[in-house]
């Protein structure tokens, strides 16, 4: 499925290679895997997977990996990022299962063409909920040896009496009429708090990550509601989970100073709440001044989270 590799955007030491998908409703699809080797590998490997308005950028993520000797691969997922094409419709997908081909694939070619004996899979967000679900699903297979879940996207971070009431529109909507803006989605808090032109301190493509956001629409609204309604039921991955989060929360839509030192996106209660369920296996840290992505977050709170994923996976892979 996979062609030649090339350089990434990023640049040298950075490969990327493109997975093709065949088609769906809105033509050709495909997702994107980027590659960068160890100095010093030895043997194990780790595939990042964005969130939702997100693709791949954090190369000091990559120097975190690769530094301990472990080969760093990230996934732009279908209609996202590097894999965003001109038809299609920004990180759409009608079920979270949709990128169980390219997730199979990337994950392949980590263990079959490049060799690589064992594989943590980290999530960030919406990343989350879907490779918990597909780890699940592949839990008989032996793909997965240990998972980093970054501010997991497990519940909907909106009021009980609004979740209620929001919930039958988008599985009717999500069924007949997928491709119907919903009137709510995300606001600019989260981005002004990152991007360099804002409050921030790190620079990405704004086309592929926009600071309010990309649209919600009904059909991948609907899905991820699936897929946390499985998740609440209740998952068995086997492998060991690190979960992080922030200390605090951001609600307001406005900004604040205070949007500097918390997840402005999700709850992170809801985080903790939901930790239980992906399986017997898990550890929950949460990061004093951490952002939504922990991992853009500023310093002292960023080297807190690669300390506490350091001493985990010393652990645990």
Known sequence: METDLQ?????????????????????????????????QPDGRAVLYVHGFSDYFFQTHLADFYTARGIDFYALDLRKYGRSLLPHQTPNFCRDLSDYYPELDEA???????????????SGHSTGCLTTALWAHDRRNAGVVDAMFFNSPFFDMNVPWRIKVAMRPVA???????????????????????????RYGEWTYDLAWKPLPGFPVY????????????????????PAPIFVGSSMASYKRARWSEAARVADSVLDIDHMAKWTPA??????LVRIEGGLHDLTLSAEPARKQLFDELDRWMR???
């Open 315 to 317: 652990s645990y892979f």
């Open 7 to 39: 350089l990434d955007v990023l640049g040298a030491p950075y490969e990327r290679q493109t997975i093709d998908l065949g088609t769906d409703d809105e033509g050709p699809v495909t997702a994107t895997l980027v590659r960068r080797r160890a100095e």
């Open 107 to 121: 994950a392949r070619i980590i263990r079959e063409v490049d060799g690589r004996k064992r594989l943590l899979v």
């Open 278 to 283: 992906l399986g017997p296996r898990t550890t």
């Open 218 to 237: 009904a059909g991948w609204l609907r899905a991820i509601l699936l897929g946390q309604k499985r998740l609440h039921d209740g998952l068995d991955i």
């Open 171 to 197: 599985m009717r909507k999500g069924r007949t009429q997928p491709y119907y803006k919903m009137p709510t989605g995300l606001n600019d808090v989260y981005g002004s708090s990152v991007h360099s032109d």
